[in-house]
């Protein structure tokens, strides 16, 4: 089991940046950032699998690409987003999340959640 716990969330104008960061017990081969904004569906907005090893990679959902940036901090043990240029439209509780297997794109199906933090652009 891996526990996660979100910080870094808060209200901030367009065109404005946060970094949100997840404190995780045990790293996990495919480690996400989700977000769902109220009446919407939840959406996965970055991925980072395999991190550390040959084959690693990042991916973004199209809606954030060019803004939004995923890494990670073994040593911290401390998953990071990076978002730059916020639009209203980013405004949703932001979760991560954890998965055992990395497809190549995106996380199997996490089944460890952070509680969320709040993120709101105006």
């Known amino acids: 089991h891996v526990q996660l716990v979100e910080s870094g969330g808060g209200s901030t104008q367009a065109g404005g940046s946060l970094r949100l960061s997840c404190n995780y017990s045990?790293?996990?081969?495919?480690m996400a950032w989700f977000r769902q904004a109220p009446g919407k569906e939840r959406e996965g907005v970055a991925t980072i699998g395999n991190a550390g090893r040959t084959g690693g990679k990042t991916t973004f959902a199209d809606s954030v690409k060019g803004r939004f940036t995923i890494s990670q901090d073994n040593a911290k043990n401390t998953l990071y987003l990076q978002m730059n240029s916020l639009k209203p439209e980013d405004t949703a509780m932001y979760y991560c999340a954890a998965d055992g297997i990395f497809s190549g794109v995106k996380c199997l199906r996490p089944r460890q959640w952070g509680q969320g933090t709040q993120v709101t652009v105006s």
């Open positions: 045990r790293n996990r081969r495919c």
